[in-house]
């Protein structure tokens, strides 16, 4: 007999095929087209038994997303929550960003799924799963598979998870120690759903710069018993085996659908051949109910992000999204003035965090912020020392490397998962960085009104709470280095700035640049 796992991972909230930076868009993505494609495998395949899983962080990322959550009412809410349902998931785990939205939301959207949702080592002050059972049983026949879900450790570094009370997150190492004997016992098989991925490869050799975030290759190398794995988070796609187990990693938004296919000999419970492969969703039409269903909702998040706001005297766009990280820019400043004002400090940080939006239109609106700014973080102001200051700009200008004498970005930041979120730009202090430098003696050019930082002097940035908790490799922001806080998301702030200045005038004072040595 067959038995296959069709999944998806890091979904992140696009239900269609858009990523709202322009409208009219069909790319290749989204559930709509991953129903669609799955509909299409199941009626090609009804000789196999088949269960439809999803990999987690599916509740934030795109604008709508972030509408259903923060701005819509109960009806819209609703669809949002039945379009996922309508792709047929039966099982489905915890990503790090479920708890974007706050604990309720999360709790909310699940009790409105239809699938079961298994999350081991998301516990409670009793070492209890706190969302979801650890693990199912699904019997398929003469057979049963343990499906054993697991969350990513690093989920302790986003912004709501530090909030909660009575939350815990345990090794996955340590869960999977402690449940895979006990499914042992009720199933025949085990597969973990595991929102995480691959700290090294095939070869054992270390492919991740995130120490401790993903332990996909650990546990299949400790776990024998583990019989497939379904990973994300890292945005990879991956279609292999490892350990010769069948691994498989989706991408994201939906763009793939992971399948992992198990040749099962009923008879001696035995596994006689597996398969993992990648079904792109590209040519696949948008399913019609799901088409359907998301109408309505679809048309209040155009009409809100559509919706004018401020004009602008000037330019605050730009084409080439390197060069925004290179050289200052006019739309990076105006996004410094707005944390700066919010927070009354006069250093700023931020980052250009992804390759598909391009700055403000003009006239600005909601459409501009958030495709600019997706993520639903806040600000807070850190008072560190000038030694801190430098070191951060030391871990951004990682973000770049020299080839052939140029500029250019550096592969890990690319492989295995963009992180472009990971390097930050900042206002209020003159700096250069030399990428012709050996890393960690790269900033060349540090001054703070005019005159030297000197490593022991006192400043305050406005950050989001993301990097001032450390988050991104930054070990010099810590917690206790946060002296004020806002709970206003950032595109809520940018969105009251616009409400108050209905022109913006563009300005740019080229306090940054990034050379290779020969300026």
């Keep these: 007999m067959k038995i296959t796992i069709l999944c998806t991972s890091d979904t992140h909230g696009f239900?269609?095929?858009?990523?709202?930076?322009?409208?009219?868009?069909?790319?290749?993505?989204?559930?709509?087209?991953?129903?669609?494609?799955?509909?299409?495998?199941?009626?090609?395949?009804?000789?196999?038994?088949?269960?439809?899983?999803?990999?987690?962080?599916?509740?934030?990322?795109?604008?709508?997303?972030?509408?259903?959550?923060?701005?819509?009412?109960?009806?819209?809410?609703?669809?949002?929550?039945?379009?996922?349902?309508?792709?047929?998931?039966?099982?489905?785990?915890?990503?790090?960003?479920?708890?974007?939205?706050?604990?309720?939301?999360?709790?909310?959207?699940?009790?409105?799924?239809?699938?079961?949702?298994?999350?081991?080592?998301?516990?409670?002050?009793?070492?209890?799963?706190?969302?979801?059972?650890?693990?199912?049983?699904?019997?398929?026949?003469?057979?049963?598979?343990?499906?054993?879900?697991?969350?990513?450790?690093?989920?302790?570094?986003?912004?709501?998870?530090?909030?909660?009370?009575?939350?815990?997150?345990?090794?996955?190492?340590?869960?999977?120690?402690?449940?895979?004997?006990?499914?042992?016992?009720?199933?025949?098989?085990?597969?973990?759903?595991?929102h995480g991925g691959f700290e090294r490869d095939h070869t054992g050799n270390w492919n991740d710069i995130n120490p401790g975030e993903?332990?996909?290759?650990?546990?299949?190398?400790?776990?024998?018993?583990?019989?497939?794995?379904?990973?994300?988070?890292?945005?990879?796609?991956?279609?292999?085996?490892?350990?010769?187990?069948?691994?498989?990693?989706?991408?994201?938004?939906?763009?793939?659908?992971?399948?992992?296919?198990?040749?099962?000999?009923?008879?001696?419970?035995?596994?006689?051949?597996?398969?993992?492969?990648?079904?792109?969703?590209?040519?696949?039409?948008?399913?019609?109910?799901?088409?359907?269903?998301?109408?309505?909702?679809?048309?209040?998040?155009?009409?809100?992000?559509?919706?004018?706001?401020?004009?602008?005297?000037?330019?605050?766009s730009f084409l080439d999204p390197f060069t925004a990280r290179t050289e200052d820019s006019s739309f990076i400043e105006f996004i410094q003035k707005v944390q700066m004002e919010k927070m009354g400090v006069d250093i700023s940080a931020t980052a250009l965090y992804n390759n598909e939006a391009h700055g403000f239109a003009n006239p600005i609106t909601m459409r501009n912020i958030i495709t600019n700014y997706v993520y639903p973080n806040t600000l807070v102001v850190s008072e560190i020392s000038g030694a801190d200051l430098k070191g951060a700009l030391e871990v951004s200008a990682e973000y770049f490397a020299l080839k052939g004498g140029k500029v250019v970005v550096n592969e890990k930041f690319i492989f295995p998962k963009h992180r472009y979120y990971n390097y930050d730009m900042y206002e209020g202090v003159d700096y250069t960085l030399d990428i012709s430098k050996p890393v960690g003696s790269r900033v060349t050019k540090l001054e703070y009104h005019g005159e030297p930082v000197s490593p022991e002097q006192k400043l305050r940035v406005v950050l989001n709470r993301y990097r001032a908790?450390?988050?991104?490799?930054?070990?010099?922001?810590?917690?206790?280095?946060?002296?004020?806080?806002?709970?206003?998301?950032?595109?809520q702030i940018f969105l009251e700035y616009l409400k108050k200045h209905p022109v913006i005038e563009a300005t740019n004072n080229h306090n940054f640049n990034v050379i290779s040595g020969k300026k």
């Design 469 to 491: 908790n450390g988050g991104g490799h930054y070990p010099m922001f810590t917690k206790d280095k946060i002296v004020k806080t806002d709970d206003t998301i950032i595109s």
């Design 15 to 194: 239900i269609e095929p858009t990523n709202y930076v322009d409208k009219g868009l069909n790319k290749p993505f989204g559930i709509g087209k991953a129903a669609s494609a799955i509909r299409d495998y199941k009626q090609h395949h009804k000789d196999e038994k088949i269960i439809v899983v999803d990999n987690g962080d599916f509740l934030e990322g795109s604008p709508l997303s972030y509408y259903a959550a923060k701005k819509a009412d109960d009806t819209d809410r609703h669809i949002y929550t039945e379009c996922y349902n309508e792709v047929g998931y039966e099982l489905g785990t915890i990503g790090n960003h479920e708890f974007d939205y706050g604990l309720s939301y999360l709790r909310d959207v699940m009790r409105q799924s239809h699938r079961k949702f298994i999350c081991a080592n998301i516990v409670d002050h009793n070492n209890q799963p706190m969302l979801g059972k650890p693990y199912e049983i699904v019997d398929f026949g003469p057979c049963k598979i343990g499906f054993l879900g697991l969350s990513t450790t690093s989920t302790k570094k986003w912004k709501n998870v530090n909030d909660l009370d009575d939350f815990n997150l345990v090794s996955e190492i340590d869960t999977a120690e402690k449940y895979i004997p006990e499914i042992k016992k009720q199933a025949d098989f085990v597969v973990v759903v595991y």
């Design 214 to 316: 993903n332990k996909g290759y650990d546990l299949l190398s400790q776990f024998p018993e583990i019989d497939a794995l379904i990973s994300g988070h890292q945005h990879r796609k991956i279609e292999s085996h490892l350990f010769k187990k069948p691994i498989v990693q989706p991408g994201f938004r939906g763009e793939f659908i992971g399948r992992i296919t198990l040749n099962v000999s009923a008879s001696e419970k035995r596994i006689t051949k597996s398969e993992s492969e990648l079904i792109s969703v590209a040519d696949y039409p948008v399913h019609e109910r799901i088409s359907k269903t998301v109408t309505p909702l679809a048309k209040d998040v155009a009409h809100w992000l559509d919706h004018p706001l401020s004009r602008i005297q000037g330019d605050l």
